[in-house]
């Protein structure tokens, strides 16, 4: 079976269970609402009503392999980024995440990696591994409706809050209430930091 045959047939298995249909809705959701988008505007992107848009978010309709597709499409995420809950044990979805399932926003090319620790977007907060790379930055002020707190657990990072300026090494914690903020790794190797944020905005 070919790698897109095994993906369509885990999205096919995973919307017959209400457990992995109401957290791909609830992540859809969240990542619509990250986005600024309306029910009304994802359904003109994607095609789709809003009446069905609004019944998968709510876990109460399956998505088909093609409406993901678009829905990945539209969110600038993976395919998998909906999946990654799909092969754990029932036990473990909703309150576990393995190492080897994390689901990664960004890319090298982009300067920084992110992993989701959390087990979805749901809650009031969300947990993630940033990897900033050598010379990566933020190079504008950035500003989001967030409290977020991070810990640096290696390399280095400079970080400006408001317009004060801040250089952390490992063991160093912030945090971010409601200021804008901008980065850069000034160092030589990559820069790894445990970032909380609430509420989420992926």
Not at 98 to 122: F, K, M, N, W, Y
């Amino acid at each position: 079976m070919s790698s897109v045959e095994t993906i369509e047939t885990s999205v096919e298995g995973a919307t017959d269970d209400g457990g992995i249909a109401a957290s791909i809705g609830s992540d859809l959701r969240a990542l619509r609402k990250s986005k600024g988008l309306t029910l009304s505007e994802l359904a003109l992107a994607t095609g789709r009503s809003v009446g069905y848009l609004s019944q998968v978010e709510r876990g109460l309709s399956s998505v088909s392999i093609q409406d993901l597709r678009k829905l990945a499409n539209v969110f600038g995420v993976p395919l998998g980024w909906f999946l990654a809950q799909d092969d754990a044990p029932e036990e473990e979805r909703g309150h576990i995440v393995r190492a080897d399932a994390r689901r990664r926003i960004g890319s090298e090319e982009s300067g920084l990696v992110e992993e989701l620790l959390s087990p979805d977007l749901g809650g009031a907060f969300e947990v993630f591994r940033s990897v900033f790379l050598p010379g990566a930055e933020l190079p504008e002020n950035g500003f989001r409706e967030t409290e977020e707190a991070g810990y640096v657990v290696a390399g280095e990072l400079d970080l400006w809050i408001d317009d004060t300026h801040f250089h952390l090494k490992p063991g160093d914690s912030f945090r971010l209430n409601h200021e804008t903020h901008r980065w850069r790794n000034p160092g030589t190797v990559p820069c790894v930091v445990i970032w909380v944020i609430a509420p989420p905005v992926y």
